[in-house]
């Protein structure tokens, strides 16, 4: 039975998951991560995140040389996209990346289970095995749940992953569907969106709301949609989906306006249903060990990750919050450390947000509205990529980078990019924030030009209306 015991069973290969479990074990823990996919890294890894990022990479360099080469010089001559070998990339990107999670699995000794498991006490789990559908019972001290989150279905279409589908058919469409209708101008509807727009889709999105990226900063949306309007992306804001019927031609889908009660049909080929996710935990036993849900069917937890059985704790998309990766990730850090009687610690104010459409998209901290909700004074500075050199040289001067801070302290109260790698340049604005740096400390910090970075200097100057390239 010792072999069976554990100090600590996680419940989710995912992010949050696997590097708990890898932390844990880092810190001495007998460590067992269950996970039922048959491969570890989640739906960021198999189904979201890391696919989705290979086909944009993919199809961002088919548009760059499709429009763009010819002002370098370089003459193309006509372009044509092979999908089976671009989803084959795509597939060896996961691949090697769930053979690399495996490789860390036995560098530290973390007992990997490929199956289904539940909860049967709460120091116990059985194992329901892929492999031999036999089952092994597992004992631990402590249990994570982090199994993530699924997508959130839209009443009135029924998902079939062929004509109407989730994240997860459209990362793997066979060829470049005529038309595509996403419901759901976030993250996700976006990012795919651009995908088989760039590849000859005609792509329109369809947003409950009156605005894309709904909760981002209002200068971001405006953006945005400018963009997206500019890369022929049609948008029919402030509209709902009532229903939608598969046909020969695709899928007819019947829309109403939010505003004005009009309705309209809509003819596609492909439908991508992307309104959201919601929690995971059904098959968990969650119930059958007394575990507290709320009302949206997220698992309770306390400021320590702590459920209100003893001994089982939830992180990531389960709990609610932000449901991103790295949110995900550090939680199952600070888990693990406290765990092992260390001072485990998120800073929630510090989790960056990125879209990865062209322009990128990044964002940590407050945005105008909440601070204006409650009542608190700011300064706004601001700096366009078209004053940059880096992006002249580079071709990609869409976007600004904006700094928001406290008008009495200067301290960093949010930061907004829109623009050329924002995903990468946000860090240096995470990393203001989690120290409580100033906007001064930002401007008068040297950065290399010709950089991109030179623009979050020059935004944190302008805070004081002295930039000097604009």
Request: aromatic share 4%.
């Amino acid at each position: 039975m010792s072999e069976n015991r554990f100090d600590l069973i996680v419940i989710g290969g995912g992010p949050g998951g696997y590097v708990a479990a890898i932390r844990a074990a880092q810190l001495g823990m007998k460590v067992a991560c269950v996970d039922k996919r048959g491969v570890p890294g989640g739906t960021c890894l198999n189904v979201g995140c890391i696919p989705s990022k290979a086909l944009l990479q993919s199809t961002h360099h088919y548009e760059h040389a499709a429009k763009d080469f010819a002002a370098h010089g370089i003459q193309t001559g006509s372009l044509e996209m092979n999908t089976a070998t671009m989803m084959a990339r795509k597939d060896k990107v996961v691949m090697d990346l769930t053979k690399g999670i495996e490789f860390l699995f036995k560098k530290n000794n973390v007992t990997y289970f490929k199956g289904a498991g539940e909860l049967v006490a709460p120091d116990q789990v059985k194992v329901l095995l892929l492999d031999d559908s036999d089952e092994q019972m597992i004992c631990a001290t402590n249990i994570l749940i982090a199994t993530g989150s699924e997508v959130a279905p839209l009443a009135g279409l029924e998902i079939d992953e062929e004509r109407i589908v989730s994240s997860t058919g459209a990362l793997s469409l066979e060829q470049v569907p005529s038309s595509l209708v996403v419901i759901g101008g976030g993250v996700i509807g976006l990012e795919l969106g651009s995908v088989w727009r760039r590849l000859g889709a005609d792509v329109t999105v369809v947003e409950f709301m009156d605005t894309l990226l709904p909760g981002m900063d209002q200068d971001v949306r405006k953006q945005m949609q400018r963009s997206m309007k500019k890369q022929k992306m049609k948008l029919k804001l402030s509209t709902k989906v009532t229903s939608a019927a598969v046909n020969s031609d695709g899928v007819q889908l019947n829309l109403e306006s939010v505003n004005t009660g009009a309705v309209e049909t809509l003819q596609a080929d492909i439908v991508l249903v992307a309104v959201g996710r919601r929690p995971y935990t059904s098959g968990l036993g969650l119930q059958q060990v007394g575990v507290a849900l709320d009302e949206r069917g997220f698992i309770d937890v306390d400021e320590g990750f702590k459920t209100n059985v003893d001994g089982i704790y939830a992180v990531g998309d389960v709990i609610g919050g932000a449901m991103l990766a790295h949110k995900a990730e550090e939680e199952g850090v600070a888990l693990a450390e406290h765990l092992a009687g260390k001072s485990g610690h998120v800073n929630y104010g510090a989790i960056p947000g990125i879209v990865y459409t062209w322009p990128e998209v990044a964002s940590v901290g407050r945005t105008e509205d909440s601070l204006k909700q409650e009542g608190v004074a700011y300064n706004v500075g601001k700096f366009p990529f078209s004053a940059n050199a880096r992006a002249r040289c580079n071709g990609d001067t869409e976007g600004f980078v904006k700094i928001l801070a406290d008008a009495a302290t200067d301290r960093v109260l949010g930061v907004h990019i829109v623009g050329p790698h924002a995903g990468d340049l946000i860090a240096e604005a995470v990393m203001a924030i989690e120290v409580g740096a100033s906007a001064e400390d930002i401007a008068r910090t040297c950065h290399a030009h010709p950089s991109m970075g030179e623009s979050l200097k020059e935004a944190a100057m302008d805070v004081d209306g002295r930039a000097i390239h604009i």
